[in-house]
């Protein structure tokens, strides 16, 4: 299992960026997907997922509701997360996850915004 985060980089308030995970070595049409984020001394916590199936539920923290999309491409093994309107408080490393039975983190990708 292999998952592997881009997009990420140094944005200015207000901006947006969209990250990109590709997966591979499971099916991934058919997992639940993630984007959880993190900083230094803190716990990473949940900013969107997504089901695995056609119409999937999708679940975002409060704090992204009405930034962030998330969305994935089944035919590229690719999970996504257009991000707009961004603060500096969405500063962090940004993980994309799927639990297995066990579950896999990529190896993230820096955010930066500027205030």
């Known amino acids: 299992v292999q998952l592997v985060e881009s997009g990420g980089g140094f944005v200015q308030h207000g901006g947006s960026l969209r990250l990109s995970c590709k997966a591979s070595g499971f099916d991934f049409s058919s997992f639940r997907m993630g984007w959880y984020r993190q900083n230094p001394g803190e716990e990473r916590e949940m900013v969107a997922t997504i089901g695995g199936y056609v119409g999937a539920i999708k679940y975002y923290a409060d704090s992204v509701k009405g930034r962030f999309t998330i969305s994935r491409d089944d035919a590229r093994d690719t999970l996504y997360l257009q991000m707009n309107n961004l603060k500096s408080e969405d500063t962090a490393t940004y993980y994309c996850?799927?639990?297995?039975?066990?579950?896999?983190w990529g190896q993230g990708t820096q955010v930066t915004v500027s205030s």
């Open positions: 996850y799927v639990d297995l039975g066990s579950g896999y």
